[in-house]
């Protein structure tokens, strides 16, 4: 993957950054917080049977760089 950054992914999703820096950049797309690494973007998925943000937090102790979330976060 193309390395992307946080302004990229703002401005495609017409998403609203809560912390960090708008130059910050991902290496790659995770969906799984169990598979994060340090570089990630995380994206949290909601099935059936789980809701990805409530592993936002995981993913970011594994080492991902950043997250996209539709629930309000604390900073």
């Not at 950054?5 to 969906?31: P, W, Y």
């Not at 799984?32 to 102790?61: C, M, N, T, V």
């Amino acid at each position: 993957m193309q390395r992307i950054s946080c302004d990229e992914v703002l401005k495609a999703t017409g998403g609203v950054l809560i912390s960090g820096d708008t130059k910050t950049t991902f290496d790659e797309i995770c969906t799984d917080s169990r598979k994060a690494k340090a570089g990630d973007l995380f994206i949290p998925i909601k099935g059936e049977r789980f809701d990805g943000h409530d592993f936002i937090s995981d993913s970011l102790i594994a080492g991902a760089a950043g997250t996209l979330t539709s629930r309000d976060m604390d900073p």
